[in-house]
């Protein structure tokens, strides 16, 4: 995690190029606070506008925004379209047929091309592979492949049909990937035979079949198996389908299915401060308004760039900036099977080179892990290789810290290119708080200010706003056309969660704590609020991984706490009480190998703990809250300086001091 103190005093700052402000979408800060102004004067004129002009519409919209029954708001309701028709069908008309909609670069270096045209067949095939199936508008599909066209042809598939589609991250473990098929309610999973990830060939569908094993999937006719590696799998005859097959007979055409503007376009899985991970659902046009829109904005993506964003489908990052953003707008992008290290740490930049990349978009880990890499082998250093196609630079997913954005700003964009760090969230849908490359004076490790039209602010427990220079609650005033619609199966939630009485109940709260700049009002994150933790910019719940701690027969009691990490930025730090006499030395290194890898099949290899430590009990108040305060202290190696009289058992804390 950045130094929160060292990130308030940051006062160097960066003007953009005059070159790229006077070419930019919003050009200066005067365009931006036209824009600001409009959206004041006039908030559904300014949403109404946009969307007539970003989006196309089978039937247009004759209402903006319904608030009737807040938090539960709807957008554009009477209008109807189609989201797969907005991002393939309309390039193909507007003059995109034949321009390159996605340069594909396989784990192994392979390259793998598609136009507009070509991707618009692929999917309407395998939309029609879908149909023939039973697969019909409002059915959920769970996805659970790896980075490929395919991926992105199945997401647009299901919204060419109407279908809604949950992705679930190929990291994620079988308990995991079974506990989202059920709360969807899925009628077909879709899944590739392997994923090939740093020269590794790693097992998908043997995890499907592992996810079915494990009971309640009885809702599922299909799985349909795209054929990668051509490794050994098992199947199951009736239920189990090659993609290749199913689509070799289907028609390169498929009318798409008008949906309602509020019809959901996908449900994403995400972690919250509590229970079981949340279902976020997304609308059709207002989260595609917002997905298209902010590649103009925030991206200034212009019809010769080549856009690559590093993110893997299975998060929000690559449903809006790699399966719906960059088609919407007709743009020429990245997609990448493999990983940033292999075969050498400099992938990324000998793929920027080789492929003529203009725009780019990584998350801080990435960058300070090839901070790390570059300074210990020169040879992958961004130094010796041509970037001099790059324009732009973006962040997202974490806080980046001044060091980690300066190495950026000087050795990849050679001071030319502008970063946008953006914030955003799964809830949110796109960008919320950004520099806009042609007009934002940027300052390294703020994400600046609030996007045209998000009503952002700081505040108290009580809803009261802040002045700037105080820290508080990150919270959105309005309601934007991107947002969480509700979370799957369960309003209740999604209203306590977001929408708590004690802010009013009509206002956002996004969870994380911010601050805003006394002279300028620039925002910086200072981080979460609640029990989520942040590791390589994935969101994950303590209270998950306490869960699936506890679950093992071993163990008693569990305490995860998350720890400020140089690369991470966060990592998962676990205390465990044994059902059994503390465990030391050899006994003790064996039984947390035991327990990592037990988390990592209960919810994947991300949420395994850095570090485990044992001890006879755990730091509790009299009345037997847990201490996390203090554990956290002791995860960072800190001594305990607060008051500890209120705990029952203050001895235990030396026990907990190191780590195993
Ligand atoms: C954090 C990822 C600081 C934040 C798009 C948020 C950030 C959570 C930034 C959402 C940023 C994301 N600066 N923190 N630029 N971007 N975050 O849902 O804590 O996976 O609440 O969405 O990541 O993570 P999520």
């Given at each position: ?112 091309r ?11 095939q ?24 395919e ?24 308990k995991?990937?079974?506990e ?80 309602e ?23 059709s ?64 930049w ?24 570059a ?16 324009r ?90 991107s ?19 004690e ?122 809250k ?30 907990l001091?190191?780590?195993?």
């Amino acid at each position: 995690m950045a130094d929160m103190e060292a990130l308030k005093q940051e006062s160097r700052i960066f003007n953009p190029s005059a070159e790229l402000a006077s070419q930019a979408a919003i050009s200066g800060m005067d365009a931006y606070r036209a824009l600001c102004d409009e959206a004041e004067r006039d908030y559904e004129g300014f949403w109404g506008r946009l969307a007539r002009e970003n989006l196309s519409w089978q039937q247009p919209f004759t209402q903006v925004l319904d608030e009737s029954d807040a938090p539960f708001y709807k957008w554009f309701g009477d209008g109807k379209l189609n989201v797969s028709y907005n991002c393939l069908d309309r390039n193909l008309e507007n003059g995109n047929a034949d321009k390159t909609a996605v340069i594909f670069e396989a784990d192994g270096g392979e390259v793998t091309r598609l136009t507009y045209r070509e991707l618009h067949g692929r999917v309407c095939q395998f939309a029609n592979g879908l149909k023939s199936l039973g697969i019909r508008k409002g059915d959920r599909v769970v996805i659970y492949m790896p980075m490929s066209i395919e991926g992105v042809v199945a997401m647009q598939a299901c919204a060419r049909i109407g279908a809604t589609h949950s992705v679930v991250f190929g990291g994620f473990s079988a308990k995991s990937l079974q506990e989202r098929i059920i709360d969807a309610g899925a009628v077909a999973v879709i899944t590739a035979d392997e994923q090939v990830r740093g020269g590794k060939q790693l097992p998908l569908k043997a995890i499907v079949d592992d996810a079915f094993a494990l009971g309640g999937c009885e809702a599922v006719r299909n799985v349909v198996v795209y054929q990668r590696t051509k490794g050994k799998i098992g199947w199951t005859e009736g239920r189990d389908l090659w993609m290749h097959e199913l689509v070799a007979q289907q028609q390169d055409s498929c009318e798409p299915e008008w949906v309602e503007s509020e019809h959901p376009l996908f449900i994403l899985y995400t972690s919250g401060s509590t229970g079981t991970p949340k279902g976020v659902q997304h609308s059709s046009a207002g989260y595609l308004l917002w997905a298209a829109l902010t590649m103009k904005w925030t991206f200034d993506i212009k019809p010769q760039d080549v856009f690559w964003c590093t993110a893997d489908i299975g998060w929000v990052t690559g449903h809006s900036y790699i399966t719906y953003g960059p088609l919407a707008v007709g743009a020429t992008e990245i997609i990448f099977e493999g990983v940033p290290t292999f075969p050498n740490a400099g992938r990324f930049w000998d793929m920027i080179a080789r492929h003529k990349v203009s725009i780019f978009y990584t998350a801080p880990t990435a960058i300070r892990s090839l901070i790390k890499a570059a300074d210990a082998d020169p040879a992958v250093h961004p130094d010796r290789y041509d970037l001099s196609s790059l324009r732009l630079l973006g962040s997202v997913g974490e806080p980046i810290n001044p060091e980690a954005w300066m190495w950026y700003y000087k050795n990849v964009g050679h001071e030319k290119c502008p970063i946008v760090d953006t914030f955003w969230q799964t809830e949110t849908g796109g960008h919320m708080i950004t520099p806009l490359p042609g007009a934002t004076p940027m300052v390294p490790g703020s994400c600046t200010l609030p996007l045209p039209g998000i009503m952002a602010a700081i505040v108290d427990e009580t809803g009261q706003d802040l002045p700037n220079g105080q820290g508080g609650i990150l919270v959105v005033k309005r309601p934007w056309p991107s947002m969480i619609r509700t979370i799957w199966n369960d309003p209740a939630r999604f209203r306590k969660s977001y929408f708590p009485e004690e802010l009013g109940g009509k206002t956002y709260l996004a969870g994380d704590g911010a601050i805003r700049n006394k002279d300028n009002g620039y925002f910086t994150i200072t981080g979460r609020i609640d029990d989520v933790l942040n590791v390589s910019g994935h969101r994950m719940g303590t209270m998950e991984i306490e869960s699936a701690l506890v679950a093992h027969p071993l163990v008693a009691e569990a305490a995860v706490v998350g720890k400020p990490d140089e690369t991470t930025g966060e990592s998962i730090c676990a205390f465990v009480v044994l059902k059994r006499p503390r465990p030391v030395g050899d006994e003790a290194k064996q039984i947390a190998k035991e327990l990592r890898d037990w988390v990592g099949k209960e919810i994947g290899p991300i949420a395994k703990p850095k570090e485990l430590r044992f001890g006879d009990n755990l730091p509790k108040t009299r009345s037997g809250k847990i201490m996390r305060r203090l554990l956290r202290v002791l995860a960072k190696g800190e001594e305990i300086t607060q008051d500890v009289s209120t705990l029952e058992n203050p001895a235990i804390l030396d026990q907990l001091k190191h780590a195993i």
